[in-house]
């Protein structure tokens, strides 16, 4: 693709990536991968400067989901080996809300499984709200509970909740095909639940279930018309014992490829490297962050991330700083030294190389 920067230019002018520019910004060859980014970065820094949003997940409730998401270990059906357990109280969450925002988080995204909350389980996440925003009155909170009824979302937003996320996952195209217990249209509902009482609408997708590129592309453009201000971008972990084990259709440079072209297609709204950051991007983390703006830290609903100081690591070697830092956040105990490693092992010694 030979005109990236052109169309930097115009979509910097008020222009609009098309359907068509988005494809081409998925075929690009590995070649012309700087270019994308180079291209794609003017975009993230025209509206979010050097800064990184962090998010931090707690996982209320685990796994004995009825759904049966094809993509979930959580899932009905799914013999992941996760942990299983019902909803945290107020007290536990709490703590570890706590605990991501020491870490650096600005955002708290406090998620169940389940096809959606009832009543009681709406008393119960605001009690828990309350007490979180009575202790830490800046923070933001995500409740991701997911299909929401008619007046959820308003005790939502009356609790003090922020956002809501509910992603769309993948195209309308691709939906049956990857769950068959509820519908597309059943969760754009509740994204427009959620944004018609006021709450900032979260919604992403997953790449790399099988999905074409003017599927992915269909979905960014539906998450564009949804006007989701943040867009999480998970890259599939295909957990054992779920339909998706074993699927590995992602490249690094390709989920790279990806997260530029929501960019373009996005530019002025959060695009968050979500789950399958670790798994899918590895060496790519930092280039990633060029064109997204935005990271959970540390640990996901049911996998483990990389350790969160790294996370922090990660943010402040590519010269960003955490939004709403004032300088780099702390990692605890280091002082940014990294004193050589003294090779015992290889040549000179009886231990096996490190080759
Ligand atoms: S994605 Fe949510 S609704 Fe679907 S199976 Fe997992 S926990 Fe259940």
């Known amino acids: 693709m030979s005109d990236l920067n052109a169309l930097a230019d115009a979509i910097l002018a008020g222009g609009e990536a098309t359907p068509a520019d988005a494809v081409a910004i998925l075929k690009t060859s590995d070649a012309e991968l700087l270019d994308v980014v180079a291209a794609a970065s003017r975009l993230r820094r025209q509206h979010f400067s050097n800064t990184v949003k962090v998010n931090y997940l707690v996982n209320l409730k685990s796994g004995l989901c009825p759904e049966n998401c094809n993509y979930c270990s959580q899932a009905l059906g799914s013999d992941a080996q996760i942990l299983k357990y019902t909803w945290l109280k107020t007290d536990e969450a709490l703590e570890q809300a706590a605990a991501g925002l020491k870490g650096g988080a600005s ?12 009543d009681k389980d709406i008393d119960r996440f605001t009690d828990m709200v309350g007490e979180i925003k009575g202790e830490y009155p800046e923070v933001e909170i995500c409740a991701c509970l997911g299909l929401l009824k008619d007046g959820q979302a308003e005790r939502l937003k009356d609790a003090g ?4 996320n509910h ?12 769950v068959q217990t ?11 639940k959620a944004k018609g009482a006021g709450l900032s609408p979260c919604s992403g997708l997953i790449a790399g279930l099988g999905e074409t590129d003017e599927q992915l592309v269909e979905a960014l453009f539906a998450l564009k018309e949804l006007d989701a201000d943040s867009i999480p971008v998970n ?13 590995w259709e992602l490249s690094p440079a390709r989920c790279v490829r990806i ?7 996005c530019p002025d709204k959060e695009i968050r490297i979500a789950g399958g950051r670790e798994m899918h991007l590895r060496s790519l983390q930092g280039l990633a962050l060029q064109v997204a703006n935005s990271i959970f830290l540390g640990d996901y609903l049911t996998s483990e991330g990389q350790a969160a100081e790294a996370d922090l690591e990660l943010i402040r070697d590519n010269g960003f700083v955490v939004l709403g830092a004032e300088v780099d956040a702390p990692v605890d105990g280091e002082d940014n030294s990294h004193d050589p490693a003294i090779r015992r092992r290889g040549a000179g010694t009886a231990v096996a190389p490190n080759a």
């Open 107 to 118: 955002r708290v995204c406090m998620v169940s499984s389940g096809r959606g909350p009832t």
């Open 161 to 164: 909740v922020d956002a809501y």
């Open 167 to 178: 992603n769309i996952n993948t195209a309308e195209s691709h939906h049956d095909k990857i």
């Open 182 to 192: 509820h519908t597309y249209d059943d969760r754009v509902d509740t994204v427009g």
């Open 235 to 247: 890259f599939l972990m295909p957990f054992d014992g779920t339909p998706y084990e074993n699927t």
């Open 259 to 265: 997260l530029a072209m929501a960019r373009f297609v």
